[in-house]
Each structure stands twice: as C-alpha cells, then as structure tokens.
C-alpha cells in the first residue's frame, strides 16, 4: 500500500519568511495529493490540493509543487503570519472519490512573531 | 456548508467496556471514514464505508469494527477496550462525484480508556 513520509516534524520560522514542508510517497499510481492544516483543537481543513496532470498549483500565499518523476510533494507558505501557526498534514491517493487518503505524520508549525 | 458531527467531545471508558462513537455527515455524501489520530503518527484510518451496509479495512483496524446502517450515520465500536486505545478519534466524510475528493472532518472525539 502507500507510503507517505512527511518532513521536517516540527518548523519554526520568524514571521513574514518562508516555510516549506515536504512529503514523499511511494505508490505510482496515486495522483491526488492534498494538504490539510489542523488548528489546535480544531479539526482539519484542506487548504490546498494538487493533482498530477499539473506541476505548482497556488493560492494567495500557499502553492504546492509536485514532482512525479521523484515522487514528492511540497507545500510553500510565503508571508507567513500567525494564524499560520498550526500542524499541516500532507496525504496521497488514486484520487478516485471512494478512495482512501493515506496521511503523512504532519508538521508542526510554529509562526515566531 | 458540510457538517460532520460527532457525539462526544470527551469520553471516558473503562477496560473490557464496549464503546460507541458516533459520526453523522448531513451532505448526503457516499464515503465516511474512521482515523485515529496520536501525536507523530499523523492519521492513520481504522476503516471506510463507500456504501450504506459497505465496509473496508483501513490500515489499522484490529480491535475496532463499523456499522452503517444508514448514509448519514457511521459508528465505530470498540469490542473490549483496552488502554492502548486511547487517543483522538476523528470522523470523516467525502462525496463521490468527479474531482470532488475533499474529506471534512466531524470535531474529534478523546477517549480516554482507564
């Protein structure tokens, strides 16, 4: 089944950088590749999301790139403020509707003012 | 707005007790999944229903089953539960059109087994 490895663990980047978080995965058929942001306490949102037919996909001050050919995916904050503070969870899967996500182990983020 | 809900916030059970949780999505979505979710582990699915009456194994689902009976409602239950279950138990639902692959997830339910 797949595989998902997600990097660093923890992040801790001054406010106004860039952040960047990483995933590999490991099954060549997955080519849906969601990124979800859980607030404390909260439950989690999907923010961003890439399919494979596209190389970057962005949003205002996040965008996520994906290489297939590596098999990894990364998810770039710029501008980062402090209600960016939260964990991020990558995940990956045939993108099928009735498909499973397989998730990475998140990162921690932590916005330092 | 997609709504999932679970019933519990906070649940306290003992060992060998048999528990519920509860998941109702009010979207008419197809698919409903269990994950449980431990610090450094991220979330990892229990299991996954496509189908009223459908269910399938997710990655860690000993020691755990589901019950579908109707679309909206899926259950997890714990047979015996013992204190390497405790943790944050999420519920999440997804519809199965085109390019619609978005899971939104209930709250969360912490059980704590003693």
């Known amino acids: 089944g797949e595989n998902v490895e997600q990097h660093p663990s923890t992040l801790s980047v001054q406010e106004g950088d860039s952040a960047v978080i990483k995933c590999t995965y490991s099954d060549s058929a997955s080519n849906y590749f969601p990124w979800y942001k859980q607030e404390l306490g909260k439950r989690p949102q999907l923010i961003i999301d890439?399919?494979?037919?596209?190389g970057e996909k962005k949003d205002q001050r996040i965008a996520v790139t994906l290489n297939k050919t590596a098999k990894h995916f990364s998810l770039h904050i710029t501008e980062t403020q402090p209600e960016d503070s939260a964990v991020y969870f990558c995940a990956a899967s045939t993108g099928e509707g009735n498909e499973k996500l397989t998730f990475g182990t998140g990162t921690r983020l932590t916005i330092i003012p | 707005d997609v709504k999932v809900t679970q019933s519990s916030r906070y649940l306290v059970k003992r060992t060998g007790e048999k528990v519920f949780l509860e998941c109702v999505q009010d979207m008419d979505h197809e698919n409903m999944f269990w994950y449980r979710q431990d610090p450094g582990l991220g979330l990892r699915l229990i299991y996954f229903s496509y189908d009223v009456k459908m269910k399938e194994k997710g990655d860690i689902p000993e020691g755990y089953s589901v019950s579908r009976e109707k679309k909206e409602r899926f259950s997890l239950i714990l047979e015996s539960a013992s204190t390497n279950q405790t943790s944050m138990y999420l519920c999440a639902s997804s519809s199965d059109g085109a390019h619609t692959d978005t899971q939104y997830f209930g709250p969360g339910t912490r059980l704590t087994v003693l």
């Open positions: 890439i399919r494979s037919n596209v």
